[in-house]
Nanobody, 114 residues
Framework: QVQLVESGGGLVQTGGSLRLSCVAPAAVFSLSTMSWYRQAPGKERELVAYQTTGGSIDYRSTVKGRFTISRDKAKNTVYLQMNNLMPEDTAVYYC????????WGQGIQVTVSS
């Protein structure tokens, strides 16, 4: 059973910052594109950002300039630095790894109060 373990969520005011972390098994992390998704109540899950093993990065347009994804190979960890948070960023955030197989984290709540 592959586990992706997320941490770093919580409650923050509008304009605040949070950093999410996701630790993956080394064998998974080294071969996988690592992504962050989110799902707000009543909405579909959406891709927030991803980083490939080669370092390519992309973001959904609504978070560009505010969120930064990064990978730490030594710690088998992917991060999502979220700055200037807005109420519409409120969601459960999920870590995802994808290579020949796909795995998900359990999800972590991020709540931005207005």
């Amino acid at each position: 059973q592959v586990q992706l373990v997320e941490s770093g969520g919580g409650l923050v005011q509008t304009g605040g910052s949070l950093r999410l972390s996701c630790v993956a098994p080394a064998a998974v992390f080294s071969l996988s594109t690592m992504s962050w998704y989110r799902q707000a109540p009543g909405k579909e899950r959406e891709l927030v950002a991803y980083q490939t093993t080669g370092g390519s990065i992309d973001y959904r347009s609504t978070v560009k300039g505010r969120f930064t994804i990064s990978r730490d190979k030594a710690k088998n960890t992917v991060y999502l630095q979220m700055n200037n948070l807005m109420p519409e960023d409120t969601a459960v955030y999920y870590c995802n790894s994808r290579s020949s197989e796909e795995f998900w984290g359990q999800g972590i709540q991020v709540t931005v109060s207005s």
